[in-house]
């Protein structure tokens, strides 16, 4: 007990020593006076006043940088729905000049004209805590960021187009297992016009079925950070996602969150074999914008 007072000292007299009045004035007042709750408020408004002094930096000097480049992998592929990550409208600036791509700012969107309360932009922590407690120790709960897309409420479009893709599936199951019971009712009545247009059918069902969505990831390190909407987008089995990834080294750290995400299991089930449903692909080399 001795040694950890005496350590506890040791640090302190350090932080007396720098010379940055402000910090030694912050520091000591937390360490004397203040409760919990006032830490929090206080790094809770350094955080919103942090967000929009980047908004503001992202609106004011990285918008207005002229773009050379382009992605050549990204100007080959149809693009229906975005769901950006990203605070700018760089995407659209680059590869929707027609405004025909819906988009989701699932972080919230940076705009000059917002203040600290009007912002949106999520910029938090991932969840910390484990089981029960997550739900119970709620204390510090305005830091992560599942949070602030509710409190901010950055919309979440991208759980429509789930939904669709998710209503559609179960549909083509169901039409399968109807379009199968009539072909062998058919078979078994020896009805040929009836059996011949329930296996065409079925076979046209089928046929819809492999036509999977095309899910194409760019510059996202797959962190657990954003693992409720990753699994949300990567485990349905009618969605065939593609992964971009700039080198090797970057493609190793991606496997290696993306165990994270879906586990261990889901990763090699979907990587490979009748069931795969995963890819990783290297970027190719980026073109000048003519």
């Not at 229906?80 to 969107?109: A, P």
């Not at 492999?210 to 693992?227: A, P, V």
Request: charged share 30%.
């Amino acid at each position: 007990m001795g040694s950890s007072i005496s350590g506890c000292l040791k640090l302190e007299d350090k932080i007396q020593r720098i010379s940055n009045g402000f910090l030694n004035k912050r520091y000591l007042g937390w360490f004397g006076k203040n409760t919990y709750k006032e830490l929090r408020d206080i790094l809770l408004d350094d955080l919103n006043k942090l967000i929009r002094a980047f908004e503001i930096y992202l609106c004011e000097y990285v918008e207005k940088i002229d773009i050379q480049n382009k992605l050549s992998d990204i100007e080959s592929l149809k693009i229906d729905y975005v769901l950006s990550f990203n605070y700018t409208n760089t995407f659209s600036r680059l590869y929707d000049s027609e405004g025909k791509i819906e988009f989701d700012f699932i972080h919230g969107k940076a705009d000059i004209n917002n203040t600290i309360e009007s912002n949106n932009m999520v910029l938090g922590i991932d969840e910390y805590l484990e089981n029960d407690r997550k739900n119970r120790d709620v204390e510090f709960v305005a830091f992560k960021k599942f949070y602030q897309r509710i409190y901010k409420e950055t919309g979440c479009k991208y759980k429509s187009w789930i939904e669709s893709i998710r209503k559609e599936y179960i549909s083509l199951n169901k039409n399968e297992e109807t379009f199968t019971n009539l072909l062998k009712q058919a078979y078994n009545a020896d009805d040929n016009s009836k059996f011949w247009w329930n296996y065409f059918a079925l076979v046209s069902n089928n046929e819809k079925k492999k036509e999977r969505h095309n899910l194409y990831i760019f510059g996202h390190s797959l962190d657990i950070t954003d693992k409720d909407i990753l699994c949300d987008l990567i485990l349905n089995d009618n969605v065939y996602t593609t992964i971009f990834y700039h080198n090797k080294d970057v493609m190793g750290q991606q496997i290696v969150n993306l165990v994270k995400v879906i586990g261990q299991d889901e990763l090699i089930k979907r990587t490979g074999g009748s069931a795969k449903t995963i890819e990783f692909k290297p970027q190719q080399d980026i073109v000048d914008i003519k």
